[in-house]
């Protein structure tokens, strides 16, 4: 199994300001995943970032406003820019476990961002 | 992109079975069954790859018809833990993106 740690856990932001989340992984992992879950709803692919390679972003979902780094294996950072109170969600990184053999996602606890 | 669940929401007394139900418009690499509870990540129940296999493990079973793009999850004799919204995830054969469905809220009453 994957152990995630997402940082921040909650965030409470001004409009217009730009934040940084990361997720740090206890093992390496080639494939990891970005997304966002308002309350009541469900997960929202916004970007797949597999190191090596330019983070791949779903429709809707801009690099100027989301932009992702992917350095290693073990970490990645996404940045929400410019805020609006519409960017209020709960942000949740995710990885592909694939040494078990089952391909299973394991999450981060997620950060609660909520935009004055 | 989004697989539709069904049905959004329901009730069950200790002990009722329930079916949900996964669909999808894209042709299906594997469909994974996660179940979420409030305030929390989701957490993995199991994995069906194309093949038309039936899984389960304990009182929670699934099954992957590739042919229609559907995935089922039945739970019998279902617990008060059973309780929380269940999403089925979805896998093309086309990409690495995984795209999760619009999920189904359980609620288990004594």
């Known amino acids: 199994s994957a152990v995630i740690s997402q940082k921040p856990s909650r965030d409470i932001c001004q409009r217009g300001t730009s934040l940084t989340i990361q997720c740090q992984v206890d093992s390496q992992v080639t494939m990891m995943f970005w997304y966002r879950q308002q309350p009541g709803q469900s997960l929202t692919l916004i970007a797949t970032a597999n190191q090596g390679s330019e983070a791949t972003y779903e429709s809707g979902f801009v690099i100027d406003k989301f932009p992702i780094s992917r350095p290693n294996l073990t970490f990645s950072t996404l940045t929400v820019s410019n805020m609006s109170p519409e960017d209020s969600s709960i942000y949740l990184c995710s990885v592909r476990w694939q040494g078990a053999g089952t391909g299973e996602l394991f999450f981060g606890e997620g950060s609660r961002l909520t935009v004055l | 992109q989004q697989p539709v669940q069904s049905p959004q929401a329901v009730i069950l007394r200790e002990g009722e079975d329930a079916v949900i139900n996964c669909s999808s418009s894209?042709?299906?690499?594997?469909v994974h069954w996660y179940r979420q509870k409030h305030g929390e990540a989701p957490v993995f129940l199991m994995i069906?790859?194309?093949?038309?296999e039936q899984k389960g493990h304990d009182k929670i079973s699934a099954s992957f018809n590739e042919k229609k793009q559907q995935s089922s999850l039945y739970l019998t004799a279902s617990q008060l833990s059973y309780s929380g919204t269940y999403f089925c995830g979805t896998e093309t054969n086309t990409g690495n993106q995984f795209y999760f469905g619009t999920g189904t809220s359980l609620t288990v009453i004594p």
């Open positions: 894209k042709a299906l690499y594997s």
């Open positions: 069906l790859l194309k093949g038309g």
